[in-house]
């Protein structure tokens, strides 16, 4: 469960985030949707623990980002915008030293590391460096590492981009697989197909503020359109410049 | 607890990805060869020299001029007349000679009536090499000249004394223990750049290495306390200046039991207590020396940024060094406390065999330790700030 409330991030005179205020349900995929610049990733970062809001709360599970950020993060799993790798490790190498620094036994690592390779499907890869990976590889790595703990909120941030058709359906198993195990999935996109193709709730956010909120027949009661591109484009005020 | 864990885990993954990287492992290897190779090469020139001063080949032109002095030079122990190149200045400008001695063919005329006889030296005082050989031929000469004068006056009733205004007695008071030093004085210089570049590769890349490929941020997603990591990192890069301080000294030590000492006329003694604790100075030195640079390289975004930035730091510890050849810091143990600096200073009086009491050597340790620390918590706060974070 997170639930995000005004809050606002401004770098120098650029005001990234206004203010935003949603929340994510356990047991359902959650939507973040913007253009580029719309302010999803610095949402995102804030959610992280990693940067301060100037205003606003964030709570994980009940637990304040703010002012507690180790407790929200280990109930949190998050693919950031940067999935760097080490080339030199082996992706069994990468869940290992991830859980080790969520304080995880080393049978435990174990367990997990297994399952988590068979459930990316990356047995045949997963004792060798990540050097030369291929970008799917890569993100199934980044996403292994952040899932070692369990966490109950799964946090992914533009999860399919760079992904081409198959990583991009694996992706999207894995992420309904994750709301049949009960976790609160909340990824951000900007790319319509995929949300409604997976999520029971959509927040658009365009210029660091929260537009709409609801489920994709909200959204299209909302606007009038039935095709959901159109209410996207509509609710992002987008509008206006495209008929131009 | 739960914090030690995890300094352990960062130790352990900088330490299984350091020495999996190529760059790293070939940094701390080459780091610890150049003092092995430096000394090698300068006590074995350094030996072939005075060795081939005190066995000597003399050329000598006109040596049938003067069949007494040739006859005295030949007595001399180490000395060998051979024949004369035909061309003595040509010889000698073409480096096929160090030294030759020209006798001029009224020497004996000269001699006999008690004038001042003529001879030649030729020689290049460019030369350094022949420096030593071109020194004790002309040693040789004047000590014969002296003799000679001194068997003329005592002829003439006069004793030889009178001859001689002012002697010279040199009273050398440095033991050998301190010639040694003055040698081994750039000792703890290339082993401070031994600690220093050891963990110089996997400093930069477990700081602005990871900052450039983005693997900064998903790191610090977990609830690790930034002092934790930033501590790991450090601890992983000091192993490595360890281990170069290490290797260093031991390879060192391995060239110097081959360098032949007793031709230099110094006793040297491998298993020199002093020398060992050489190692107890400069090893928390590498402690040091890798938070300064774990320190710096986290202000850069990548690579090649951090190295620009640690060319400048380079000279940090090699400015005292070179200091110290001019201005000796050898009796200035109100330096301890000073990093970089202190070390020197107890160094250079522990190889001039004055060990400096087990105090300094504390104190010299726990500053430095502490500046480390300091280093340490200062890395970990950045590692919160958004624009390190961020910032790519």
């Known amino acids: 469960m997170i639930a995000i409330t005004g809050v606002r991030k401004r770098f120098g005179h650029v005001e990234a985030v206004r203010n935003v205020t949603f929340s994510a349900a356990d047991g359902t995929v959650t939507g973040l949707l913007g253009h580029n610049g719309a302010g999803k990733t610095t949402t995102l970062r804030m959610l992280s623990g990693l940067m301060r809001p100037d205003a606003g709360t964030i709570s994980v599970d009940g ?29 069994r190498e990468h869940i290992r030293y991830f859980g ?69 359906r694996a992706m999207r198993a894995l992420i309904r697989g994750l709301r049949q195990d009960g976790c609160c999935v909340l990824f951000s996109s900007h790319i319509m197909q995929e949300v409604s193709a997976l999520c029971d709730r959509i927040v658009v956010i365009a210029q660091g503020t929260v537009v709409a909120d609801g489920t994709p027949d909200d959204l299209r009661s909302l606007t009038g359109r039935t095709d959901l591109e159109d209410a996207f484009v509509a609710l992002s005020g987008l509008e206006a410049e495209a008929v131009e | 607890m739960t914090a030690l864990r995890q300094v352990w885990a960062v130790f352990r993954k900088e330490i299984l990805d350091g020495s999996r990287d190529r760059r790293s492992i070939y940094s701390l290897l080459f780091s610890a060869m150049i003092s092995p190779l430096l000394f090698g090469l300068m006590f074995t020139v350094a030996a072939e020299r005075r060795k081939s001063a005190d066995e000597i080949t003399l050329p000598i032109e006109g040596a049938e001029y003067a069949p007494s002095l040739v006859n005295w030079l030949e007595q001399q122990s180490g000395v060998t007349i051979v024949p004369p190149p035909a061309d003595a200045e040509k010889a000698v400008a073409s480096r096929a000679e160090d030294v030759v001695l020209i006798i001029g063919k009224d020497f004996s005329k000269d001699m006999a009536r008690a004038v001042p006889a003529e001879v030649k030296l030729v020689s290049d005082v460019t030369r350094d090499s022949a420096r030593p050989k071109v020194a004790r031929v002309r040693g040789l000469v004047a000590a014969y000249s002296s003799q000679t004068s001194s068997l003329r006056l005592i002829a003439r009733g006069v004793a030889s004394s009178v001859a001689s205004a002012v002697r010279i007695d040199e009273v050398e008071v440095s033991s050998s223990q301190q010639r040694l030093a003055t040698q081994l004085s750039i000792l703890p210089l290339l082993l401070v750049l031994a600690a220093l570049t050891g963990g110089l590769q996997l400093s930069i890349d477990s700081t602005a290495g990871e900052r450039e490929r983005g693997s900064l941020e998903p790191l610090l997603l977990n609830p690790v306390p930034r002092g934790a990591l930033a501590s790991g990192k450090w601890l992983a890069a000091s192993l490595f200046g360890c281990c170069a301080v290490l290797f260093s000294m031991v390879l060192t030590m391995t060239v110097m039991q081959r360098v032949p000492w007793h031709d230099l006329g110094i006793r040297f003694r491998v298993s020199d207590p002093e020398l060992m604790t050489l190692l107890a100075l400069i090893l928390p030195l590498a402690f040091f020396l890798s938070a300064i640079v774990m320190f710096a390289s986290t202000f850069a975004r990548s690579f090649k940024e951090a190295q620009s930035y640690l060319g400048i730091l380079m000279l940090l510890p090699m400015l005292p060094g070179l200091v110290s050849t001019m201005y000796p810091l050898s009796g200035r143990q109100w330096l301890a406390p000073v990093p970089v600096l202190g070390q020197y200073a107890l160094a250079a009086d522990v190889l001039g065999g004055k060990p400096p009491g087990i105090g300094l050597y504390v104190l010299a340790g726990v500053s430095v330790m502490a500046c480390a620390a300091i280093l340490v918590g200062l890395t970990a706060r950045m590692l919160k700030r958004e624009a390190i974070v961020f910032g790519r």
């Open chain 1, 100 to 168: 080790e620094l969520h304080g995880m036994s080393g049978t435990r690592i174990e367990e997990r590391s297994d399952a988590l390779v068979k459930w990316l499907g990356l047995e045949a890869v997963a004792d060798r460096r990540v050097a030369g990976f291929s970008q799917g590889e890569r993100t199934k790595v980044a996403l292994a590492r952040a899932l070692v703990h369990q966490p109950r909120n799964v946090i992914l941030d533009e999860p399919t981009n760079g992904l081409d058709v198959m990583s991009t």
């Open chain 1, 63 to 91: 637990a304040d980002v703010i002012s507690n950020p180790a407790a929200a993060q280990r109930s949190m799993g998050l693919l950031p915008d940067s999935r760097g790798l080490y080339p030199r490790l082996t992706p």
